[in-house]
């Protein structure tokens, strides 16, 4: 990796994102390479990033003291304006014990794990952010400065255990201010370690990971912004001083996400990269992969100390035809868990949906309103007040009050649904890939879509990768505000992008599908034993 990026090479590089992006969008029809690629399922790798020699610093339990606020109230504060005190540690062990181990999945579902994981050879852990195939490649670091609430130096958090290993004693803010271009005393960094993820979807794993680290992302804004603090992401940045502060290769592992926490100014100096610590790191897999497309999209997305042009191209979404009419949706309420319980119990609906009775309008409508939230949410790219959401939500009702099977659009702005093109529910089943949801027992299917060829000219190929970093932060939100309200809710790629960008219309525009969402209610059933690591009364939990 290279901090220096060729002028030259710009529109080669937005060339690959969208080669790459139009491959995955087109893998249901076309097949990826490689060509009758198995899952090495006996030498995959671990779960969990693992140093040999780094000392353990124990972290608080997390959530125990976090104020009890609802999902609807976290997301809008994290849409408002930045704040400037310095984090505790017990807010940072909530914020980090988001990609921690909470409890152990045990229920039987549809899933392709649910008889396995029952061995104790083969636990599955539930943890409360969302991951793409349960594969959890997101790492997460502090870079800590003087007036940190902990040592001087750098530390990665260790999700098996809870707790933090200090890789080094050195300050290295002053790397990441150069990186950045904001000055801070304490810094959380998201990396992706691609084979986490990659040993079972190959090439399609760059697709995965990047909403991936959105759902983190979301996640800690979230919880953030329920302790009082409000965040601004970096996400253009130097890769290498990143990488190197925090030992990583950049092409393995490589930072996603930058977030400068406490007190901030614009960096002054330049800073050049020292020298990372000799760490060793546990490698569970004996033969780790590379994968082309992969590797390609990857370093097309890399910035170096290209500084970031303002855009001249609008990326704003095009305004709707609401000439089919309006849905006016039911004014919101309050939920019944706050964002702590909604964390602790949040999980994957596989196979659990029932189509009756009816999702009520008002449940649909406050997990839009509350995902909606996020689009507002603030970066360096797009500062708050944001004006142009890069994301847009779409409902494919099948068992919704007062809904006819048709598209709608969801204008956040009055709250309402926008009549769209009309479809046969019955072929989202068909164009599914997977066995692990009955589509017609769901109750609606959520969309995210993005004008993805407008970022990428003009960000170039980074504009991919910062929209699959937004989409995953609505998915996560989604997830949290579904759990709230007693919804299941399960996200799936696995469905045919090029066929729902005909449900919804807008095959012939830019506009794309990027996720989607299954929600409605699970069936009745008896509750599950309790295997949760961090015992603390749920609210709105019977047992």
């Known amino acids: 990796m290279t901090s220096q990026i060729d ?72 849409a408002g304006p930045v704040d400037a005190e310095l984090p505790s540690l017990d807010v940072l062990a909530s914020v980090l014990g988001c990609y921690g181990l909470i409890d152990r999945r045990t229920q039987l579902n549809w899933n392709e794990d649910s008889t396995a994981k029952l061995r104790p050879a083969a636990p599955v852990w539930a943890r409360p ?19 940190a609430p902990l040592r ?8 098996a255990h809870h707790s933090l290993d200090r890789l080094s004693s050195a300050n290295r803010c002053e ?21 986490k993820n990659a040993f079972k979807y190959n090439s399609f794993s760059y697709h995965v990971v990047t909403q991936d680290v959105g759902a983190l992302l979301a996640s800690w804004r979230l919880v953030f912004a329920a302790a009082g603090h409000t965040v601004e992401p970096v996400l ?70 290209q500084a970031r042009t303002p855009r001249t191209t609008s990326v704003t979404l095009a305004p709707l035809d609401r000439s089919g009419g309006d849905v006016h949706l039911p004014a919101l309420d309050e939920s019944a868990k706050d964002l702590s319980t909604s964390l602790r119990t949040r999980r994957s609906s596989f196979g659990l949906f029932s189509a009756r009775p009816q999702l009520a309008a008002a449940d649909l409508g406050s997990v839009l309103a509350t995902t909606a939230q996020m689009t507002r949410a603030g970066t360096d790219v797009e500062p708050i007040p944001r004006q142009d959401p890069w994301t847009r939500l779409w409902v494919l009702p099948n068992a ?38 009955n589509i017609s027992e769901v109750a609606a299917v959520l969309v995210i879509t993005g004008r993805l060829q407008a970022l990428v000219e003009a960000y170039g190929a980074r504009g991919y990768r910062m929209l699959s970093v937004e989409v995953g932060q609505l998915a996560q939100t989604s997830y949290l505000a579904a759990t709230s309200r007693g919804l299941g809710i399960g996200a799936v790629l696995g469905i045919d992008n090029l066929a729902v960008d005909e449900f919804l219309g807008i095959e ?36």
């Open 7 to 78: 002028a030259t090479a710009g529109p080669s590089r937005a060339e690959v994102a969208m080669d790459y992006a139009r491959r995955m969008f087109e893998r249901q029809r076309v097949p990826l390479p490689p060509l009758g690629f198995q899952v090495d399922w006996s030498d995959q790798p671990s779960r969990h990033k693992l140093y040999l020699d780094a000392p353990k610093l124990p972290l608080p339990v997390p959530f125990a003291n976090l104020p009890s606020i609802g999902v609807e109230a976290a997301a809008a504060r994290a």
């Open 152 to 159: 001087t130096g750098v530390y990665h958090y260790d999700t």
């Open 175 to 195: 790397e990441l201010a150069a990186a950045t271009g904001v000055e801070a005393g304490l810094y959380l960094v998201s990396t992706l370690k691609f084979w």
């Open 236 to 305: 253009w940045f130097d890769e290498a001083p990143v990488s190197t502060a925090l030992a990583v290769d950049g092409r393995t592992e490589a930072p996603f996400v930058v977030v400068p926490l406490g007190p901030t100014r614009p960096a002054a100096t330049q800073a050049e990269p020292g020298t990372p610590s000799p760490l060793r790191v546990w490698e569970k897999s004996e033969r780790v992969r590379d994968f082309e497309l992969v590797e390609r999209v990857h370093a097309a997305a890399l910035v170096g100390n």
């Open 508 to 543: 012939q525009t830019d506009e794309r599908s990027m996720l989607f969402l299954l929600l409605g209610h699970e069936r009745v059933g008896r509750a599950g034993y309790d295997h949760g690591l961090h015992h603390r009364p749920a609210q709105g939990d019977p047992r």
């Open 129 to 147: 952010t969302a991951s793409g195939g349960g594969m959890y490649p997101a790492e997460s670091y502090l870079v800590a400065g003087s007036q």
């Open 400 to 437: 919704v009050e007062g809904l006819e099977k048709r598209a709608y659009s969801y204008d956040p702005a009055t709250h309402q649904l926008i009549r769209a093109g009309e479809f046969d529910y019955g072929e989202v089943q068909r164009h599914y890939a997977l066995t692990n949801y």
